[in-house]
C-alpha cells in the first residue's frame, strides 16, 4: 500500500504541478484582494478535486461501457502522459497555460477564476483524469482505491497551500525557480509514462 500511494502521490503531484500553477495563479487574481484570492483558491482545489474524484470513481466502469480494455487504457494514457512529459521539459506547457491565463485576463468581465481556467483544465486536466483513472484500474480493492483517494487529496491540499502562497512565493523566488521544477517534474512524468505503456504491453500480450 505504501508503493501505491507514493506512486498515486507522484504522478498526481507531477500531472497537476503545484509549482507550476501557482505563478498563473498569482498572475490571474492580481487585481483581487487577498480575501477573493483565498476564497477562489479553496473553490479551484474543490471543484478540481470532485471532478477527479468522480472519474477516479466511476472511470472504469466508463471504460466497461465503451468495450474499453484497462491495458489499452494504460497504452493510450501512458503516450498522453509523455506528450505533457515533453511539454513540461520544454516549457510548452507553461507558455500555454500563460497564454490561457492571458485571454482570461484580457476578458473584463470575467472576475472569478476558480472554475476556469484554474479547476478545469489547469487543475483537473484531461492529462489528471487520466492519471486518476490509471491509478485507479492499477489499485486492488477498496483499500487500494482509498489509498489513491489519499493521495489525491494530500496533492490537492498542497496545490492548495501553493495557490494561497502564490503571490509571496512569486515575490521571493520568482519565475526562474518554478522553471527549474517544472523541468524536474517533467523528467520524471516522462519515465512514469513509460513504465504506464509497458505495463500495458505486457498485459495486452501477455509479456
Same mark, same amino acid.
Given at each position: ?23 498563473? $495563479? ?17 473553490? &479551484?482545489?474543490?471543484? &478540481? ?8 470513481? @466511476?472511470?472504469? %466502469? ?20 509523455? @506528450? ?10 507553461? /507558455? ?6 492571458? /485571454?482570461?485576463?484580457?476578458?473584463? #468581465? ?15 486536466? %484531461? ?8 491509478? #485507479? ?6 483499500? *487500494? ?29 520568482? &519565475? ?11 523528467? @520524471?512524468?516522462? &519515465?512514469?509514462?513509460?513504465? $504506464? ?8 500480450? *501477455?509479456?
Amino acid at each position: 500500500m505504501v508503493e501505491l500511494f507514493l506512486s498515486a502521490f507522484i504522478t498526481l503531484f507531477v500531472i497537476i504541478d503545484p509549482p507550476g500553477c501557482a505563478p498563473i $495563479y498569482a498572475g490571474l487574481t492580481t487585481g483581487a484582494s487577498p480575501a477573493q484570492r483565498r476564497s477562489m483558491a479553496w473553490r &479551484a482545489c474543490a471543484i &478540481a478535486f470532485a471532478i477527479l474524484l468522480f472519474f477516479l470513481l @466511476l472511470g472504469e %466502469p466508463l471504460l466497461a461501457a465503451l468495450h474499453i480494455q484497462l491495458d489499452s487504457f494504460r497504452i493510450a494514457g501512458g503516450l498522453m502522459l509523455f @506528450l505533457i512529459a515533453l511539454d513540461m521539459v520544454f516549457e510548452k506547457r507553461t /507558455q500555454r497555460r500563460e497564454k490561457r491565463a492571458e /485571454q482570461v485576463m484580457a476578458t473584463p #468581465e470575467v472576475e472569478d477564476v476558480s472554475v476556469f481556467p484554474m479547476a478545469m483544465p489547469m487543475l483537473a486536466g %484531461p492529462g489528471a483524469i487520466a492519471s486518476v483513472m490509471l491509478l #485507479e484500474s492499477g489499485a486492488r480493492g477498496i483499500e *487500494g482505491s482509498l489509498v489513491v483517494i489519499a493521495a489525491l487529496v494530500l496533492v490537492m491540499l498542497l496545490t492548495l497551500l501553493a495557490l494561497l502562497a502564490a503571490a509571496p512565493l512569486m515575490r521571493i523566488f520568482g &519565475a526562474g525557480v518554478e522553471a527549474v521544477i517544472t523541468r524536474l517534474l517533467g523528467v @520524471l512524468l516522462g &519515465a512514469l509514462a513509460a513504465q $504506464y505503456v509497458i505495463d500495458g504491453l505486457r498485459g495486452s500480450f *501477455g509479456v
